[in-house]
């Protein structure tokens, strides 16, 4: 079974280097404190393969804290996860983004993948200024996260 699920994670992550969704990608599996998998697949950046000892960047990293603390908006009301993300920030409703909501882009289906490929040393403001002029790019469906649902607390 483990085997089945490991190789499943495995081709996953394969498609999506394929795909050119992401460079490279480390799994790493432990159970009862022994390791089940200690794997890297691609590259850790261009012309670099990725190994199961490469030290990464995770660009992800504040993504728990920033979905915490949307979720505590949503849940006292001042905010609904399909709003479109121009009403609270509307610089970002240029270049075809009007109709990107939260729930797009905290499930990246908004429709603009590219936008921020690598780390950046600029400030927020910078970044933010990036991305609110980042074109929706063509082809890309958005909307894809609609059997996403959450149950606001009573």
């Not at 085997?3 to 990608?25: M, N, P, Q």
């Not at 001042?78 to 409703?93: A, K, T």
């Not at 905290?106 to 780390?119: C, E, I, R």
């Amino acid at each position: 079974m483990r085997d089945r699920v490991l190789e499943r994670a495995a081709a996953v992550i394969e498609s999506g280097i394929k795909s050119r969704l992401h460079l490279g990608a480390q799994l790493y599996v432990s159970r009862e404190g022994k390791t089940v998998a200690d794997l890297a697949f691609g590259e850790a950046r261009d012309g670099v393969a990725m190994r199961p000892d490469t030290l990464m960047l995770w660009m992800s990293s504040i993504k728990l804290i920033t979905a915490v603390a949307i979720a505590q908006m949503w849940e006292r009301g001042r905010l609904d996860l399909d709003d479109p993300v121009m009403r609270h920030i509307p610089e970002f409703g240029a270049k075809g983004k009007e109709r990107v909501t939260i729930r797009h882009v905290l499930t990246h289906t908004g429709g603009f993948p590219g936008a921020v490929l690598q780390w950046s040393a600029d400030g927020w403001e910078k970044i933010i200024a990036e991305l609110c002029d980042a074109p929706l790019e063509a082809g890309r469906a958005y909307g894809l996260s609609r059997g996403i649902r959450l149950v606001r607390a009573r």
